[in-house]
Nanobody
Framework: QVQLVESGGGLVQPGGSLRLSCAASGSIFSINDICWYRQAPGKRRELVANRRSGSTANYVDSVKGRFTISRDNNKNTVYLQMNNLKPEDTAVYYC???????????????WGQGTKVTVSS
């Protein structure tokens, strides 16, 4: 069984920074594609950043130059570094990992529980 646990959300002032973490545990053979989504109140969930295995990262235009997606394979953890935060970044953020399980080598998508980010003065 695979479990994702997110952390790092909170209240921050405009211009501040946060780093979200998504730790995967369980029978993991490999983490392939990594994604971060967010959902603001009353809005649809949107893809913020993603990175396919062996490829470069992609970002929604509104966060380019401010957010960075990364991973630590040794820790099976994915990060979203968010700098120069704006009130419009306020949302619940979700990690989404496409990974391969062990030992059956079955590939599937997994979601974190979500972590709330509030940007306000």
């Amino acid at each position: 069984q695979v479990q994702l646990v997110e952390s790092g959300g909170g209240l921050v002032q405009p211009g501040g920074s946060l780093r979200l973490s998504c730790a995967a545990s369980g029978s993991i053979f490999s983490i392939n594609d990594i994604c971060w989504y967010r959902q603001a109140p009353g809005k649809r969930r949107e893809l913020v950043a993603n990175r396919r295995s062996g490829s470069t990262a992609n970002y929604v235009d509104s966060v380019k130059g401010r957010f960075t997606i990364s991973r630590d394979n040794n820790k099976n953890t994915v990060y979203l570094q968010m700098n120069n935060l704006k009130p419009e970044d306020t949302a619940v953020y979700y990690c989404n990992l496409h990974l391969t399980r062990y030992p059956d080598l079955f590939e599937d998508d997994y979601w974190g529980q979500g972590t709330k980010v509030t940007v306000s003065s």
